[in-house]
């Protein structure tokens, strides 16, 4: 017999709820499965010898409220659900509901922090603590943590940084009491998850976001400060003169899609070896051309530089993105072949 409501698992309730549809809706819900999802299920469903009315009842109950959930929130959103629901079935039982879908919706703390000028996030934060800092960052959309990561102070950039990327598990309370801080002075958002925000991945993607210069200023102090991890994070972190990794192939594409000025003004202060690499990867007579443009160029800026450098990396990301190329990571985990 199928175990009281309250023991039953996720597939278990899966099960009894496809049983109770019948054959033909089962069979059409398991076109939106993955192979071992309907292993799983089919498992379930064998091992289901008999099925109560009353655990019939519970789970359609049950699936019914969540359907109604979902579209109350694709309507009009978290906070317009909770008040549906609560009127409907009780502050504690819409609570229960909406818990239980946080996870696959993704309703993340801070929601309400990503649809506001990352600016104004600055100011809630500039005087609250680092770790304060992190913790709301990790939980921004990647550009809008690296707009306000490159507006702090250059003396707390590194140390926000690496607090986001050395970040554990944070207790449920901590994070409601940090988001009901902020929730006051912009909008009202409750629901939490517990997945874990921050590591080295989440600061690579914030790092890719801000300028050349906050870049290297955060990299130098973490180098400083801790060895180990700056390098954990540079072996994830493309730069404009890791192209020299990168294969013939991939380069010549690189060098179509960039703008040929961006280019020149990148390779101006760059080594002799990225230099020779560019060069090696162009027509001899786009070489020529390049090296005598580069020459008449004169004295540039720095910023000027690092701006077209960054724009280039930016191009580089959006091709690696696009699968176009390959860009091989630290640790030897991407071999090409």
Avoid: C, W
């Amino acid at each position: 017999m199928v175990r009281l409501r309250s023991e039953m698992k996720g597939r278990q309730k899966a099960a009894v709820l496809l049983i109770t549809l019948g054959p033909e809706i089962a069979a059409t819900v398991y076109k939106y499965l993955t192979p071992e999802e309907i292993e799983q299920l089919t498992m379930e469903i064998a091992n289901l010898r008999k099925v109560d009315n009353d655990q019939r009842e519970s789970v359609i109950k049950e699936f019914r409220d969540i359907a109604l959930a979902k579209e109350y929130i694709a309507t009009g959103g978290i906070d317009y659900a909770r008040e549906v629901l609560e009127k409907a079935m009780g502050v504690q039982r819409a609570a229960g509901i909406l818990a239980k879908l946080t996870a696959s919706l993704q309703v993340r703390p801070f929601d309400f922090a990503r649809k506001v000028d990352p600016h104004q996030i600055l100011s809630f934060l500039q005087d609250e603590h680092p770790q304060t800092m992190a913790l709301v960052l990790s939980y921004l959309e990647a550009p809008q943590a690296a707009l306000v990561l490159s507006a702090l102070p250059r003396d707390l950039q590194a140390d926000v940084a690496r607090r986001i990327a050395q970040m554990t598990p944070t207790s449920p309370d901590v994070v409601m009491e940090v988001e009901q801080i902020l929730e006051a002075k912009l909008s009202a958002m409750g629901s939490l998850d517990h997945t874990q925000n921050g590591g080295v991945e989440a600061v690579v993607k914030i790092l890719n976001g801000v300028d050349r210069g906050t870049e290297k200023a955060i990299l130098e102090q973490l180098e400083l400060q801790d060895p180990e991890l700056a390098d954990d994070i540079k072996k994830n972190l493309f730069v404009f003169e890791d192209i020299v990794s990168l294969d013939g192939r991939s380069l010549q594409r690189i060098i179509r899609d960039v703008e040929p000025s961006d280019l020149q003004l990148a390779l101006k202060v760059a080594s002799e070896q990225v230099q020779q690499v560019v060069f090696e990867n162009m027509s001899k007579h786009m070489a020529e051309t390049f090296k005598e443009d580069m020459e008449f160029m004169g004295p540039v800026r720095l910023r000027d530089v690092e701006d077209a450098q960054q724009r280039i990396v930016g191009v580089i990301r959006r091709l690696e993105e696009a699968g176009e190329i390959i860009v091989a990571r630290g640790g030897g985990e991407d071999i090409i072949v």
